[in-house]
């Protein structure tokens, strides 16, 4: 079974630093990109970031560009944010989810973590 | 940018069929997916590239997608249906694209 956990969330200052991390397991890991994915809270969803499965290729959201670092370490299963320069507006669930196979979507997705941004 | 509309609720009486719209310039050129969010929980998806149900979601979930607008089909329609839905493209600026989401209110 694909299970996907998040973990890291917590309550942040302004212009503070934060890493998630997201631990992966029911799937061969390495043969598939992953992704954060947030929601603000009463908002929708908005994709943050994306990497590659072997980690060589990254992908930003505008609004998170140059703040975020994406990342991941296959022999440990597990997929990490940086999160720096936090502002007010980054306050979210952040989500892991697996890249489903072949055409850009998430077919999995962990139960989130909250990130609070405030002073 | 590309853009996706969505309305924003939609209500079905039990055990009848709905209806969810995801409007895009040319989505009928695109893969369209849907994810099922329900209060305090991850988003599931429902259906991937335009039609395709992954295994669980039950045959009720059917969807279409041509021109500039695809559909999500809920038919017989039951109280665990109630959530908020999105449809997601992926854009060639390599970008991860959702609609803002339809809120279901079965009655």
């Known amino acids: 079974e694909v299970q996907v956990l998040e973990s890291g969330g917590g309550l942040v200052q302004p212009g503070g630093s934060l890493r998630l991390s997201c631990a992966a397991s029911g799937f061969t890991f390495q043969y598939y990109a992953m992704n954060w994915v947030r929601q603000a809270p009463g908002q929708g969803l908005e994709w943050v970031s994306t990497i590659s499965g072997s980690g060589d290729t990254t992908f930003y959201a505008d609004s998170v560009k140059g703040r975020f670092t994406i990342s991941r370490d296959n022999s440990r299963n597990t997929l990490y944010l940086q999160l720096t320069s936090l502002r007010v507006t980054d306050t979210a669930v952040y989500y892991c989810?697996?890249?489903?196979?072949?055409?850009?979507?998430?077919?999995?997705w962990g139960q989130g973590t909250l990130v609070t941004v405030s002073s | 940018s590309y853009e996706l509309t969505q309305p924003l609720s939609v209500s079905v009486a039990l055990g009848q069929t709905t209806r969810i719209t995801c409007g895009g310039d040319n989505i009928g050129t695109k893969n369209v997916h849907w994810y099922q969010q329900k209060p305090g929980q991850a988003p599931v998806l429902v259906i991937f590239?335009?039609?395709n149900r992954p295994s669980g979601i039950p045959e009720r979930f059917s969807a279409s997608n041509s021109g500039n607008t695809a559909t999500l089909t809920i038919s017989r329609a039951q109280a665990g249906d109630e959530a908020d839905y999105y449809c997601q493209v992926w854009d060639t600026s390599f970008t991860y694209v959702f609609g803002a989401g339809t809120k279901v209110t079965v009655l």
């Open positions: 989810a697996k890249e489903g196979a072949g055409t850009y979507h998430f077919d999995h």
């Open positions: 590239r335009d039609t």
